[in-house]
């Protein structure tokens, strides 16, 4: 049996997916699905809704176990059908889709916190970079029930930078925003992202926001989907 065991942190991380199958209420979601994402690379995972996208994040975060294949990262074990490694010994952060910021602490108390809770070498973007970047510096003093929802999601991406992972997960980080203030988000995170160096996974239905950058695109089919006669 192989050995489990939580990679050395580094600015980016070598994640690879092999022959990975996933199943909920014995329907498909994922099937035999293999791909490596390169240490500092940023992925764009686009397709159809239903097609398994947060169920890949939601694996790749230890937050499911795989029917079949496994989860590598730096040609470490993280995940198989018979071993998993807990979400909270993965160097990674997570931004969920209806993720919400802690209703009873300010947008600084939150950001602080979670710089304190990390253990590891300088982040290459110090939190003023980002919080500068994301253009929230008005907002460190507010409590969530006074933000709006652009606001709030650009407070909740500066929340999961400032942990400084090794591997990001963002599960549409545009939403809750309308078409011009998502694609102020989308080129922010972009500037970030570019220099942060860490390995991203992006999911996004809204794809023309990421167009002009130089971000790996990945494409999952509905596996379930019925084909046209």
């Known amino acids: 049996m192989p050995n489990i065991a939580a990679p050395i942190s580094s600015a980016g991380v070598s994640l690879k997916a092999v022959e990975l199958s996933f199943s909920r209420d014995r329907l498909a979601v994922i099937s035999e699905l293999s791909h490596e994402f390169s240490a500092g690379q940023v992925t764009l995972l686009t397709g159809p809704s239903g097609c398994g996208k947060t169920t890949l994040l939601r ?3 230890g937050l499911e176990t795989p029917a079949a294949g496994e989860i590598k990262v730096n040609g470490i074990l993280w995940s198989s059908a018979h071993q998993i490694l807990p979400p909270w010994q993965r160097d990674l952060d997570m931004l969920f889709q209806g993720d919400a910021l ?19 070498a300088p982040a290459v ?11 929230i510096k008005d907002l460190l003093s507010r409590h969530p029930a006074g933000l709006s929802g652009g606001e709030a999601r650009r407070c909740q991406l500066a929340r999961v930078l400032a942990g400084n992972p090794s591997l990001l997960l963002l599960d549409e980080p545009l939403s ?8 102020k988000t989308a080129q922010m995170l972009g500037r970030l992202l570019a220099k942060a160096n860490t390995t991203a996974i992006v999911v996004s239905h809204e794809t023309a926001p990421f167009t002009d950058f130089a971000w790996q695109i990945v494409h999952m089919p509905d596996i379930n989907a019925k084909p046209h006669a």
């Open 102 to 120: 802690w209703p009873n602490q300010t947008v600084g108390e939150q950001i602080k916190w979670v710089q304190s809770r990390k253990l590891k």
């Open 125 to 135: 973007l110090d939190i003023g970079e980002i919080i500068e970047c994301l253009g």
């Open 176 to 183: 809750g925003q309308d078409a011009e203030t998502a694609a």
């Open 59 to 61: 694996l790749l975060a």
